[in-house]
């Protein structure tokens, strides 16, 4: 694990900040997730240079909000964070403080940490340091705050949801005293901007242990202070599995509503036009599968991934549906003669010129009813055929 290229940048870092006089240390998940054993995402280093010193010792740096005191080192290609010993300033409206201090000891910087699991650091040699007893925590599974838990989520609500997010990424347990100060604070939610409940809510879809997040997202009353009035709360998310796909939790989400809105809810949640029209799409899917097996207009109309999801989805909302292998679905999809307007062989101009008319609305109606007949094999999709077809069986009044 030492010897990934990431930590080997990390350590020359550290070892060229001490050479200089300074202290610097591995700090926040990635000494969490090496403890663990576990890939770490991105690597932070803290230190007490200050970044214009940080700027000075290394070629190759970025700025990267020089005011919270975090500059981009770039040490043999690999960027990584280095970030000042800090506390933060007031907390004046339970969300990011005003500002920041920095502050000349790593256990300052500690204590203002989140968890003890994320207050450990680490030295260039691969020592802890564990201030809070974040080594026992990890071991026994257990999230807590640093300190008063009250008073952690009073200054950053994020917090709480952090917290959830992460029994769903790790399988963790809430700590009770941990559990009940977010019970008491949960209205606070509604400090916290919805792109920062979007991020963790989706970071939960991506995750391990949804069922297990999601139990707790009630359990802590969270999920009652989540923008819109949509239900979280629901038996059914324990047996969704772990999709780890953040299209497919949007759209059950979504689904277990009394009325399904895929638009709303994309639209409380900030979610991109993109990701909207595919929730529309397998919440309209799942519905349809809900009701009947999917017919070849379905199989046709909806992409392949939409399909199988929700099939999927369906054996969860709806236990009564007869279930169909994916594979069969994906197989009766792939069959069909076409799979787009786009793989018609013939084109409207094609058409014009055989029925020696004119291009006019008549057109488009004749060219969806060749799309469907060519769909549903009446005619197969060949230049002669659909020539004759069109010619003699087509409704060429339209
Ligand atoms: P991930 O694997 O998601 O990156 P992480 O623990 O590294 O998890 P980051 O958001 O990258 O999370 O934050 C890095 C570190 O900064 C955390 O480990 C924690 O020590 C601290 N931190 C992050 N957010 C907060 C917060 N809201 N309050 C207090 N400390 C925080
Ligand atoms: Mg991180």
């Given at each position: 694990m030492f010897t990934t290229e990431q930590w080997q940048?990390?350590?020359?870092?550290?070892?060229?900040?001490?050479?200089?006089?300074?202290?610097?240390?591995?700090?926040?998940?990635?000494?969490?997730?090496?403890?663990?054993?576990?890939i770490a995402n991105d690597i932070d280093i803290a230190t007490s240079a200050l970044p214009s010193e940080v700027k000075f010792i290394f070629k190759r740096t970025v700025d990267l909000g020089l005011a919270h005191g975090t500059v981009l080192v770039i040490e043999n290609h690999v960027p990584i964070e280095v970030t000042t010993f800090r506390t933060e300033g007031e907390?004046?409206?339970?969300?990011?403080?005003?500002?920041?201090?920095?502050?000349?000891?790593?256990?300052?910087?500690?204590?203002?940490?989140?968890?003890?699991?994320?207050?450990?650091?680490?030295?260039?040699?691969?020592?802890?340091?564990?201030?809070?007893?974040?080594?026992?925590?990890?071991?026994?599974?257990?999230?807590?705050?640093?300190?008063?838990?009250?008073?952690?989520?009073?200054?950053?609500?994020?917090?709480?949801?952090?917290?959830?997010?992460?029994?769903?990424?790790?399988?963790?347990?809430?700590?009770?005293?941990?559990?009940?100060?977010?019970?008491?604070?949960?209205?606070?939610?509604?400090?916290v901007s919805v792109e920062r409940l979007t991020a963790e809510l989706e970071k939960m879809w991506l995750s391990k242990h949804l069922g297990k997040g999601m139990s707790y997202l009630g359990q802590s009353n969270l999920a009652k202070h989540l923008p819109g009035d949509f239900q979280f709360e629901d038996a059914r998310w324990k047996?969704?599995?772990?999709?780890?796909?953040?299209?497919?939790?949007?759209?059950?989400?979504?689904?277990?509503?009394?009325?399904?809105?895929?638009?709303?809810?994309?639209?409380?949640?900030?979610?991109?036009n993109?990701?909207?029209?595919?929730?529309?799409?397998?919440?309209?899917?799942?519905?349809?599968?809900?009701?009947?097996?999917?017919?070849?207009?379905?199989?046709?109309h909806f992409e392949e991934n939409i399909l199988v999801q929700a099939e999927l989805l369906s054996r969860v909302l709806c236990s009564d549906s007869q279930q169909i292998p994916v594979e069969l679905i994906v197989q009766r999809k792939q069959s069909l003669p076409i799979q787009s307007f786009r793989e018609l062989v013939i084109s409207g101009q094609d058409v014009m010129e055989w029925l020696n008319k004119p291009g006019g609305p008549w057109l488009k109606d004749m060219l969806s009813q060749i799309e469907h007949a060519v769909l549903h094999q009446k005619v197969a999709n060949n230049a002669t055929k659909l020539k004759e077809w069109i010619m003699n069986e087509s409704n060429s009044e339209v």
């Open positions: 940048a990390g350590k020359k870092i550290i070892e060229t900040l001490i050479q200089h006089g300074y202290e610097a240390v591995f700090v926040g998940g990635a000494v969490r997730d090496f403890v663990r054993h576990k907390y004046t409206d339970h969300r990011r403080p005003s500002d920041v201090k920095f502050v000349l000891s790593l256990e300052e910087d500690l204590k203002r940490r989140d968890f003890t699991m994320n207050a450990l650091a680490m030295t260039a040699n691969f020592h802890l340091i564990d201030l809070f007893d974040g080594q026992r925590d990890l071991h026994n599974g257990i999230i807590r705050t640093v300190g008063e838990p009250t008073d952690r989520f009073k200054e950053d609500a994020l917090r709480m949801l952090r917290a959830v997010r992460f029994t769903a990424q790790l399988g963790f347990s809430i700590d009770s005293l941990t559990l009940d100060a977010i019970k008491l604070c949960s209205n606070d939610l509604a400090y047996y969704l599995g772990n999709p780890q796909n953040v299209l497919v939790c949007w759209s059950f989400l979504c689904l277990l509503q009394e009325i399904p809105n895929g638009s709303d809810l994309a639209t409380i949640f900030k979610l991109s993109e990701l909207k029209q595919q929730i529309n799409h397998l919440v309209n899917a799942t519905q349809i599968r809900c009701e009947r097996l999917f017919t070849i207009d379905d199989l046709y």
